[in-house]
Every structure is written in structure tokens, then in C-alpha cells.
């Protein structure tokens, strides 16, 4: 069933559509948070109307989740080294080109919008491919962003570097990075999925072309306690100081969801996170200084805590690693320390007389497992719920949401001690730091409620950050930071007891019939 909403700016509000410009001091963007169908006729004829609907709303930017217009089956050709120099607009030339690629020119041409798709493209390596990388003579199947402007002219093309156990799909051959220019005076990069988790491209395609605004399409699986989809894309432009308009495919049964229009350290202009199958269109005014608003926005939009009991949530599996110490009732300071890392913490917890979830102040420096696809470097200071009184119960929820169930914090402080991020030959930090915290709502703090600063001091950083807020119902509340140069490495723990395995193995099994659901592998 196709449910279509959209939450725009009053200010955005008009009768007639009205294109930014580049002396506009902002531009307005749309993101799509849009339920997974195999249907491809479906799936084009709702996208068709997700783009009339947001440029009914001033729209100059329309941006789609990752994989949710093809299906497992389908992929086309994007040539555009090749035809596409010649004949740009699909449009024009449907001769030419698979429906699908006309028909989003055609809509972003008869909408006059930008226009960014993700699908699954395909390459005949057994023919001569014009400006290809072919290796072997074969098919090649990427996950590729594609990019029209409001002529319906394909501008861009990039194929995903970090494929996050994709067995159908080949990373890019040639990782090259993805950024475009528009009419209203705005440069894009834009990258997807898992490639967020990356110093190439996430950190190196907003630094190295001194970006503020960057467009993420996601297939997100959210992962407690700091990788939720909403909670990471908030951070990332947060750190980044960016725009980063968000567009998530949403499918609660295997737990993605959540989409939203961040705005640098002012957060989200608007965003969701659903527990429940939904398909929303987010219109945002976006000034083109990030952070800089000037107008009322809507903000997080906030679902029913009980609706998140649908929503899978998995475990990040190096918490049996952190060094963790029980907090109490009352006030506490003490620090924590793991190799290259220490944290300090001040607390003031109230304990409620139907608090159930405990907490645990954490430390860890080391490697992570990314649900067994991927390993990268962590370092973590935080603050994490717990289920039970063993820290092999944190970072999970109960299977059924009860009001009043966690504790409040009347004060809560983090200071982080950790080694001086440097920029690498590839024009990118080495290690990059997010203030992270989760809510009950499976939403992150908005920025206002909180505090982060950092203080280099030669070799050691200082992060330090502060709930502002006695209020919130926090499951998270964190500073965590990738560390690239580890990527790669062993992760940790090894576990420590048969249970740890068990849990490994079962998280592992999971993840491997998510993913088959998805692309319909079974």
C-alpha cells in the first residue's frame, strides 16, 4: 500500500514552484524514506509520484534510498562514458536506454529537479565498454548512484566501495569518488550505505573537495548501541559539519528504516525513524551554510516508542571487549582506561521506582567486527543500558517497550582523552569522532540537548561532552570515533566464553538471512 506524506517548511510552502538560485542563501531538498517492494512497475510509478509531490514543494533536490527502485533481479546499463556523452537525456532517446532510466529523466525533467536514484547497474565486459573498467569478460553488477539534473541529463554516476555482504554485486573497480554541481550554486558529494562507516569515500569526499553538502542513500541496518540510522547520519554531519540529506529504505522486518535533512551541528531540519512500514517524503529548507537556519523547521518526527518493537535492532559485537564499570544510584567520578584511550566520567543517576535497564559506563581502544563483513578500528568513551547486571546484556533493548523504564540522568559529563587525529596522504583524517546518544524513541538527542567540544593538546585530543538535558530517556550516550588505520585487523574480542560464541554465531546467522531476504537470494 502506498502511504505518501510530506513535511515541509512553512516557509517552502507556495502556489507556484520556484527554483533557488546561486544567490539564494539556502535550497530546498527532499528525501524519500521508501518501503521495500520487488515490484519494479510499482516501485517506478511511486517514485514518479514521491517526485511531483516534492516539487510541488519547491523541491530543487529529490534523493531516493539505496536499492529500492530495482529489485534483485533487475539491473540496466548506465554508460556514461559511453552513449551518455552523446545522448545525456534518456528521455529523449527511450530507443536507447532501459525504461527505468527514462522514465526518472523524464520525471526530473518534467518536475525540473535534481534528481538522485539508486539501482543496480550493469556492465557487458563481454563487449568493449568505452571508458570501463573490465578486468574480465564478464557482467559486472555495481550499486550505483545516479544523478539527473533538472533537464533529465545523467551528470554523475557512482558505484558503491563498501559493499556490505552484497553477494550479487561487484565494489567499485575504480574507486572514484562522487560529487556534482547544480544550477543553485551548491556542490554535492554523495556516497552510500556502509560507505559511510569509511575514511574513502565518507571522510574524503567532504575534506578533500571542501564539500557542505553531501546526499547519503541507505539500505541502513540499525545497530545498537551507537549505530542506529538516524542516531549515525545526525553525527556524521554533526562532525563533518555538513548538510547531509539522508534517504533510507525502510523495512522493519530486517530493521532498516530512518531518513532525514541534517544541517550541521544544528542537526536535524527533519527526520524519522519508523517502527512500523512507512513511506514518508521529508521536505527541508536548507541553508547553504551549514548550521546557519534562520527559519522554523519541523525537526524530528517522533514515532511511538512501543511502534520499535517491530523494528530489528542488532548488537555491535566488540562491547564484550569494552572495559566497563557498573553505574550506580547517586552521584559517581571515576575514570576508565583501554590502551590508548581514557574516559572520565561524572554522573548523577536517578534510579525510578520502575527503572529496569542498568548501566555501564565503557572504555574501549581496538578493532570491531561489522556484523562479520568488515572489521574497523573503534575508540569509545560512553555511556550504555543494559537489560540485565552483565555487560553482555547492553546495547539491546527489551522485546516490549514499558514507559518509565530507564533511569534519568541529572548529570552526565564524558571526557575523552585520545590521540590527535592527522590528515593522510589521501587528503582525510585518520580518525574522525562522533558525539552519539539514543533515545527510547530509537532517535538520537537533538543537538540542543547537549554539548561536545575538543581541545588538541599536541598528540591527545580532549573530547568532552555534556547532557544538557536531565530529561531524556537515554539508552546511548557517547563519544565514538573510527580509527582507519586498523581497518582491516583482527577484531576483538576474541570472546572469552562459550556464551560470547553462541552470541556470534546466532548475531552472524541473522545478518546472513537479512541480507537474503533483501536481495532474494532464498
Not at 13 to 20: F, H, I, K, P
Not at 462 to 467: A, G, N, P
Request: glycine fraction near 6%; aromatic fraction near 10%.
Amino acid at each position: 500500500m502506498w502511504i505518501l506524506s510530506t513535511f515541509v517548511l512553512c516557509a517552502v510552502l507556495g502556489s507556484s514552484l520556484q527554483r533557488s538560485t546561486p544567490q539564494d542563501d539556502h535550497y530546498v531538498a527532499a528525501v524519500v524514506e521508501y518501503i521495500v517492494n520487488r515490484n519494479v512497475e510499482s516501485n517506478k510509478a511511486n517514485y514518479e509520484a514521491a517526485i511531483k509531490e516534492a516539487a510541488d514543494q519547491n523541491a530543487d533536490i529529490v534523493v531516493f534510498p539505496e536499492l529500492t527502485l530495482t529489485n534483485g533481479t533487475t539491473s540496466f546499463a548506465v554508460p556514461i562514458f559511453g552513449l551518455l556523452t552523446q545522448y545525456p537525456i534518456p528521455a529523449l532517446r527511450p530507443d536507447l536506454y532501459d525504461d527505468l532510466l527514462v522514465s526518472m529523466s523524464a520525471a526530473a525533467r518534467q518536475n525540473s529537479v535534481y534528481l538522485v536514484i539508486n539501482v543496480r547497474e550493469s556492465v557487458d565486459c563481454t563487449v568493449p565498454q568505452q571508458g570501463e573498467e573490465c578486468p574480465e569478460a564478464k557482467v559486472y553488477v555495481f550499486n550505483t548512484n545516479v544523478v539527473f539534473d533538472r533537464n533529465g541529463s545523467v551528470i554523475d554516476r557512482y558505484r558503491k566501495i563498501n559493499l556490505f555482504g552484497e553477494f550479487t554485486h561487484t565494489p567499485a573497480l575504480k574507486p572514484d569518488l562522487g560529487v556534482f554541481s547544480t544550477d543553485f550554486g551548491v556542490t554535492f558529494g554523495h556516497f552510500i550505505c556502509f560507505d559511510l562507516m569509511f575514511q574513502v569515500p565518507a571522510i574524503q569526499v567532504a575534506q578533500k573537495h571542501n564539500l557542505k553538502d553531501v546526499i547519503f542513500t541507505t539500505m541502513w541496518f540499525s545497530e545498537m548501541p551507537y549505530l542506529t540510522a538516524v542516531q549515525i547520519q545526525e553525527a556524521y554531519a554533526y562532525t563533518m559539519d555538513v548538510n547531509f540529506l539522508a534517504s533510507g529504505a525502510n523495512n522493519v522486518r530486517v530493521g532498516s528504516a530512518g531518513s532525514g535533512i541534517y544541517s550541521g551541528k544544528a542537526g536535524a531540519l527533519v527526520s524519522i525513524m519508523p517502527g512500523l512500514p512507512t513511506t514518508k517524503v521529508l521536505v527541508a529548507k536548507v541553508p547553504k551554510v551549514p548550521g546557519q537556519v534562520t527559519e522554523i523547521y519541523p525537526g524530528p518526527i517522533y514515532d511511538k516508542p512501543s511502534d520499535h518493537d517491530s523494528l530489528v535492532l542488532i548488537q555491535d559485537p566488540s562491547l564484550a571487549a569494552h572495559v566497563t564499570r557498573p553505574l550506580v544510584q547517586g552521584f559517581q567520578e571515576f575514570t576508565l582506561t583501554d590502551k590508548d584511550v581514557s574516559c572520565t566520567f561524572r554522573v548523577r543517576l536517578n534510579q525510578r521506582s520502575n527503572t529496569k535497564y542498568q548501566y555501564r559506563a565503557a572504555a574501549f581502544s581496538g578493532v570491531r567486527s561489522f556484523s562479520g563483513v568488515e572489521t574497523g578500528g573503534t575508540r569509545v568513551c560512553s555511556v550504555v543500558s543494559c537489560y540485565g547486571d552483565t555487560k553482555d546484556t547492553c546495547g539491546k533493548r527489551f522485546t516490549s517497550f514499558e514507559e518509565n523504564s530507564t533511569a534519568l540522568f541529572e548529570e552526565l559529563t564524558i571526557t575523552a582523552r585520545m590521540p590527535t587525529s592527522i590528515m593522510t596522504d589521501l587528503d582525510a583524517d585518520d580518525f574522525v569522532v562522533f558525539p552519539v546518544a539514543l533515545q527510547v524513541s530509537i532517535m538520537p538527542l537533538e543537538t540542543k540537548e547537549y554539548t561536545y567540544n575538543k581541545t588538541v593538546t599536541g598528540n591527545v585530543t580532549v573530547h568532552s561532552m555534556s547532557l544538557l538535558n536531565s530529561s531524556p530517556e537515554l539508552y546511548t550516550f557517547a563519544i565514538w570515533g573510527r580509527v582507519f588505520a586498523t581497518d582491516g585487523q583482527e577484531a576483538d574480542p576474541p570472546f572469552e566464553d562459550s556464551s560470547s560464541v553462541r552470541y556470534m554465531l546466532s548475531t552472524t546467522l541473522l545478518l546472513t538471512t537479512m541480507l537474503l531476504f533483501v536481495f532474494k537470494l532464498f
